[in-house]
């Protein structure tokens, strides 16, 4: 069975600062990653994902995301937090297709606080 | 409008009524999502369909029924349900349920309390 843990319920930051949201990931073969961000009273925004290639990826708002297969983590990133850039993140994961769709599996969230 | 919408944004019900959540996408998706978001829990995925077919029913309770009379177009239909179902209801489409890469576009949720 697929798995995602964030480790940290809440991440505090302040702004200007760079900020880390951590990922770790359980799945059978290769792993398709995902970033969501969630604003108060709104849906899941997608920020980034990882399918193959570069373990580096670019994603909105100045997010970054690094794969790294060894360590089993993708963790996000961004070299200089906002005030705005506070809400709930969640990393989200699914395997590869072996002839039925798998499911997208998200861990439960880690709240980022950027402060002044 | 654009993207993934919800009706309606909050719902207060008591155990005995009957409604309905509305979801629709305006991105010419094939497969739409239902999920229950609790707090301090992971999203819980519901229900699936492809093509207006369901794929998955995540052994979710009778007392939620979807339906998916289009590719563009999903509800959940409500009945004697229970306190502890309240939660933020989450619809989300993608292209295809198959293309496993592909993202998930959600709606804004509809709150519901059950009372």
């Known amino acids: 069975a697929q798995s995602v843990a964030q480790p940290e319920d809440q991440v505090n930051v302040a702004e200007g600062n760079p900020l880390t949201v951590k990922c770790t990931y359980s799945v059978s073969g290769n792993p398709y990653l995902f970033w969501y961000v969630q604003y108060p009273n709104r849906g899941l925004q997608f920020l980034l994902k990882y399918i193959t290639g570069d373990n580096l990826v670019k994603g909105s708002y100045g997010f970054e995301a690094e794969f790294n297969k060894s360590q089993t983590s993708f963790h996000l990133k961004k070299p200089s937090a906002l005030v705005s850039d506070s809400a709930l993140y969640f990393c989200?994961?699914?395997?590869?297709?072996?002839?039925?769709?798998?499911?997208?599996?998200f861990g439960t969230g880690t709240r980022l606080q950027v402060t002044l | 409008e654009t993207g993934v919408t919800q009706t309606p944004r909050h719902l207060v019900m008591g155990m005995t009524n009957k409604k309905s959540l509305k979801c629709e996408q305006h991105l010419g998706h094939n497969a739409m999502y239902w999920y229950k978001q609790s707090a301090k829990k992971p999203l819980e995925l519901m229900f699936v369909y492809n093509f207006k077919e369901q794929t998955e029913n995540n052994s979710v309770p009778s007392r939620f029924s979807p339906e998916c009379p289009n590719s563009s177009h999903l509800f959940l239909h409500l009945h004697t349900l229970q306190p502890e179902d309240s939660a933020l209801y989450l619809c989300?489409?993608?292209?295809?349920?198959?293309?496993?890469?592909?993202?998930?576009?959600f709606g804004p949720g509809t709150r519901l309390t059950v009372l």
């Open positions: 989300a489409s993608s292209q295809d349920v198959l293309a496993v890469y592909n993202e998930q576009f």
């Open positions: 989200a994961v699914r395997g590869p297709y072996t002839g039925t769709a798998s499911k997208l599996t």
